[in-house]
């Protein structure tokens, strides 16, 4: 069964600090993995890495996959407010339908001012 | 549309009765996705349409859930004699089904069963 694990769980931190999201993974012949940032309620994408496309990049937010540690990272540099989210990971196994994700169970970022 | 439109919002419903949700994806999005998200939890897989065929429905809990998509655009999901630990946020999601992972998703309905 794939399994998608997320840590920290929570994290607080204030404006202008960065932080590191950690994402580890367990699934049979690997697709793809995504990060979605969640508000309130609808995720919204951020970044897909493949085998082909390891290193991601956008504005102060960037993520890079280690297929060796089966693990990927989301850096997210100078926060804000506006980052105070669950930020998500998920993985998507070859054989089955596009789409068809494994997520984590998060990581409640909260930014202070 | 110009994102994934899901209605209701908020559904409270005594336990034994039954629910439909309801999804409007994006217009043209061939591919439509259900999750089902509770408390502190990430998102689980529950069924998934290639136009109106359901392809995959492996995630459905139960055959109490019933999904349908009939004409290929908006879909609904039923919940027949919901019970507590349906209690929870349900997701939709629709892709242009080319292949491309990017799911967008609608704001979800909150289910509560009482």
């Known amino acids: 069964e794939d399994k998608v694990v997320q840590s920290p769980l929570s994290l607080v931190v204030h404006e202008g600090d960065t932080v590191t999201l950690n994402c580890s993974y367990e699934v049979t012949n690997f697709r793809s993995l995504l990060w979605y940032k969640q508000e309130k309620k609808a995720p919204t994408f951020l970044f897909m890495l493949t085998s082909s496309g390891i290193e991601k990049k956008s504005g102060r937010l960037s993520s890079i996959l280690d297929k060796k540690e089966l693990s990927s990272i989301l850096n997210i540099t100078a926060t804000q407010t506006g980052d105070s989210a669950i930020y998500l990971c998920a993985v998507e196994a070859g054989g089955t339908s596009y789409g068809k994700l494994t997520f984590g169970q998060g990581t409640i970022l909260t930014v202070h001012p | 549309g110009a994102g994934v439109s899901q209605s209701p919002r908020y559904k409270v419903a005594k336990r034994g009765q039954d629910v439909a949700l309801r999804c409007d994806p994006i217009?043209?999005?061939?591919?439509l996705f259900w999750y089902q998200q509770a408390l502190g939890q990430g998102p689980e897989f529950l069924t998934y349409?290639?136009?109106?065929?359901?392809?995959?429905k492996s995630g459905l809990p139960s055959d109490r859930f019933f999904a349908e998509r009939p004409e290929g655009s908006v879909s609904t999901l039923k919940i027949q004699r919901t019970q507590q630990e349906d209690s929870a946020v349900y997701l939709c999601?629709?892709?242009?089904?080319?292949?491309?992972?990017?799911?967008?998703f609608g704001s979800g309905t909150q289910l509560s069963v009482l």
């Open positions: 999601a629709s892709s242009r089904g080319t292949g491309d992972e990017k799911l967008f």
């Open positions: 217009s043209g999005h061939v591919s």
């Open positions: 349409f290639q136009n109106e065929a359901q392809l995959d």
